[in-house]
């Protein structure tokens, strides 16, 4: 019997991905209203590709994302890969989530945290809830 040398891994994968939840305390938030995802314009190629503009796509936290010019400008200095930004309501929460990546691209910069908090921003005011200040 020979031995594969490129055997599947099936066990644990070295995967990561950073979930930013927003508590609503309001059972069965709306998905129509609360769902989002960004289309990325984008200029270059392969390791240069640079991210030039958003439009986001969903409900009405997708028209409030898109009213924000300063958060446009946050999302266009991030890298491509960071700027896939996926906002999801579930049972009585909203996760705010990126791409799965390996543990040598996983990284949360200062600049993805302020992105990933003016988004929960965003949603508070939509909820009706004032913002937490830090």
């Known amino acids: 019997m020979t031995q594969n040398l490129n055997p599947i891994s099936w066990g644990a994968q070295d995967r990561y991905q950073a979930h930013f939840i927003v508590k609503t305390h309001q ?3 709306s998905e129509e209203n609360f ?4 289309k990325l314009e984008t200029k270059g190629y ?4 640079r991210v ?3 439009q986001w ?7 409030a994302l898109n009213s924000d010019v300063e958060l446009k400008n946050m999302m266009t200095r991030l890298y491509y890969e960071d700027a896939h930004i996926t906002v999801e309501p579930t049972k009585d929460n909203i996760r705010i989530y990126g791409k799965w990546k390996d543990s040598y691209n996983f990284v949360m910069t200062k600049e993805l945290f302020a992105v990933y908090d003016r988004i929960a921003s965003h949603i508070k005011r939509e909820l009706g809830s004032p913002p937490v200040q830090s």
């Open 35 to 38: 769902l989002a995802r960004p």
């Open 46 to 49: 392969f390791a240069s590709k």
């Open 27 to 29: 059972h069965d938030v």
């Open 52 to 54: 030039t503009g958003v």
């Open 57 to 63: 796509i969903g409900g009405t936290l997708a028209d």
